[in-house]
């Protein structure tokens, strides 16, 4: 009996091996006839297969799982194999016998892996063969990705079909927020039903996929434009694969480009070089929408032409330090400046917003801050080499070096180059959006007060301020934005005069040198008088100057005429 079933083992192996690898001859009913009798040669009552693309996907259980034989007596598993070949996938083996019957022998065992093998080997070549389409056209997560869409625009350039088409890249706004508030198990549920919803809209008539992330990518015809704008300005997303009524509102950031007849359509990378740019505009400047379009084509440029010049700028010293004076308005007596960069270049002044916009973009201002800083220790050692009464200068840094752990010793090692008393200087910084840069924040500022530089809250009142920035941040000044400073036409009762005359009073009661920004007529004068703001800022005493005619104005109390009654 043992020889006759072992003589059937081997011509059950090389019936099995035959057929598997010969492919164009595999049928299917035979091969589940030989699985059968393998099965019921062996005791076996079960046997399933599982493949599953990765690891991951493997631990949240999606994957295949095949089961080929079942005479639904499996109760305890008699054998079982876990395969991870190199291109990443994971098969699975498992084989049941019901809990009568004798287990497998360490010989049966053995025979039971070669055989076994040999079939996984096949069910793998079958599934990774299958698989190598959707991996080369959808990511992990079964999301369509970017070469599914170059293939698809690729079919309507050969078809000629590419005209009255949008292109679109999207971007959801404060995902992360999302992902904090529902989780990150509901934030995956919002990314799918996202798409899905797209998709639904798009139908047959265009094709999404996702970049990975929150980033999606959409081409479609034209006539569905204001219907898809109008899920990116808002639309509720169930975020509960349980609840359809549990949904969030989500909305996107759009970079756009419309195919006309008149664009000249020669490969799907022009489509990629033109909607990525748009999306990234709108995400720096805070739009919901770009459009590419010639003027963009223009911003590109001058945007390319601005960092391709910078690093020359710094190296030729064509960007110099202006100095707008602050003025006591009791005395008329400079007791500060605020520097101020402008880059002179081809005999034209280029003003800071054609290129301090561009720097933010990346660490660029950051090397611009510490030219300025630098620019300005130059100009007050010389003035004091002079003999001259140099008032405290204000230097401006951006937001960008919160993360820098080492920028308070590259301040102190430029002022310590020059040997300059640090009673001479205040940086000014604005405020933060995010709990993550108000900690940073607050660590420079006290970092800098330790050292004894002043700081100042610039900007106060433009944009989201809290009085939390002043509350928890021991600032030694405020900068009142010019947006609270009640113009001449206003009233005493206005909600600007009012809203002024509180946050002076606040700021002076909790000790913080109070200065307003943008004084450009005698009445604000007499209003900053009023309201005991003693220092003023803005045209109607001076524009920023050059540094030679800055230091003029250190001499004497040459502003004492325009505070005069």
Known sequence: MEKEKEKRYYELLEKITDMTCKPKSFDRPDFIALLTEFAILFRLSKGVTEFYQSVRMEEEGKGEILTDY????????????????????????????????????????????????????????????????????????????????????????????????????????????VNQEIGRRGGDVVLKNYYNILQNEIGEKGKICRLGGDNYILFFRSELRDRILEIFAGYPVCYDE???????????????????????????????????????????????????????????????????????????REIVAYYQPKIDVNTGKVVGAEALCRWFKDGRMVMPMEFIPILEMNMDICELDFYMFDTVCRDIRRWLDEGRDVPRISVNLSRKHLNNPDLLGRILEIINRYEIRRKYFEIELTETTSDVEFKELNRIVCGLQREGISTSVDDFGNGFSSLNLIRAIPWNVVK???SLLPEDHEKEESITSRMYKHIVSMANDIGLECVTEGVETKKQVELLRENECHIAQGFYFDKPLPADEFQNRLDGTPYLEKIKG
């Not at 739009?287 to 001058?302: A, F, G, P, Q, S």
């Open 480 to 482: 009142i934005d010019r």
């Open 70 to 177: 079942d005479n639904g007596h499996g109760d305890v598993v008699a054998y079982h194999i876990r395969i991870t070949p190199p291109s990443g996938v994971v098969i699975r083996g498992t084989l049941y016998m019901a809990k009568e019957e004798e287990p497998l022998s360490e010989e049966e065992l053995e025979k039971v892996d070669i055989l076994y093998r040999v079939v996984m080997a096949f069910i793998a070549r079958n599934r990774l063969q299958r698989m190598v389409g959707i991996f080369a056209f959808t990511d992990e997560d079964g999301y369509a990705n970017r070469r599914s869409l170059m293939r698809y625009i690729d079919g309507l350039i050969t078809a000629e079909e590419q005209y009255g088409n949008t292109a679109v890249c999207i971007n959801l706004k404060n995902f992360s927020a």
């Open 242 to 316: 349980n609840d359809d009524h549990k949904k969030i509102m989500i909305s996107a950031r759009a970079g756009v480009f419309v195919i006309t007849n008149d664009f000249e359509f020669k490969n799907p990378a022009q489509i990629m070089d033109r909607i990525y740019p748009a999306l990234l505009i709108a995400k720096q400047n805070g739009l919901d929408v770009v459009y590419y379009d010639k003027e963009l084509i223009k911003k590109r440029e001058h945007v390319a032409n601005v960092r391709k010049h910078f690093a020359q700028a710094i190296a030729k």
